[in-house]
């Protein structure tokens, strides 16, 4: 069993819709969560980062940890097509040399 | 503000060649990566450095594969021989010191790499 599942998808929603991604982690001692976009042909870039447990939330993105759930979610809203992309779920333990482990990523595609 | 560069964008080569992947970090940040990417195991984590000391390399494949960092502002990749599994886009990522959760990690654009 890999230490972060993530649904690869694909995904497909029209513009304006409400997308919801989601991971699941069995690795306790994580505390920073981070989501990144991956672009096609393109390296991840950080979309957003939370620490331990709650909700923050950035313009048309949400993301949530519930640590107790094992269990973090990414929301964006009134999707657009240049939202189109790859999304991984990304994952640190506090003081770990391990650095991040990575979710396999979501295919997400915004239809106009 | 250049971000993490990297070269080639692409490398088609044969068999059993040597391959070099190379990397340019960002200026002033003192850990850098390189991961390898794939349809079936996704983003996988190679080797890290900090300060140009490489601190965790448990995640390199095998001997054939190799990395280093001479200075602050340059690392390389080098697989030898190269094997057609080893086709990959390869990841170099670069972030400032600092608490361990709270640095994002910035990526270059990858290096496509395929073997023949």
């Known amino acids: 069993q890999k230490e972060v599942e993530q649904d690869p998808g694909p995904l497909s929603v029209p513009e304006g819709a409400i997308v919801s991604l989601n991971c699941t982690y069995s690795?306790?001692?994580?505390?920073?969560f981070m989501w990144y976009r991956q672009y096609s042909r393109k390296g991840p870039e950080l979309l957003m980062y939370?620490?331990?447990?709650g909700n923050k939330e950035d313009g048309r993105f949400t993301a949530q940890v519930d640590k107790s759930s094992k269990y973090i979610s990414l929301f964006i809203r009134d999707s657009q097509p240049s939202d189109s992309a790859t999304y991984l779920c990304a994952m640190s333990e506090y003081g770990s040399a391990r650095q991040l482990t990575f979710g396999s990523g979501t295919q997400l595609t915004v239809l106009p | 503000d250049a971000g993490v560069i990297q070269s080639p964008r692409h490398e088609v080569t044969e068999m059993g060649q040597e391959v070099t992947l190379r990397c340019k970090p960002i200026s002033g940040h003192d850990y850098l990566f390189w991961y390898r990417q794939t349809m079936m195991r996704g983003l996988e984590l190679l080797i890290y450095?900090?300060?140009?000391?490489?601190?965790?390399d448990s995640g390199m494949p095998e001997d054939r594969f190799s990395a280093k960092m001479p200075n602050a502002s340059f690392s390389t990749l080098k697989i030898q021989p190269s094997e057609p599994r080893d086709s990959a886009v390869y990841f170099c990522a670069s972030r400032m010191g600092g608490n361990w959760g709270n640095q994002p990690q910035h990526f270059g654009d990858g290096t496509r790499l395929s073997i023949l």
């Open positions: 939370t620490y331990s447990s």
């Open positions: 690795n306790s001692a994580f505390q920073y």
């Open positions: 450095f900090n300060n140009n000391v490489p601190i965790d």
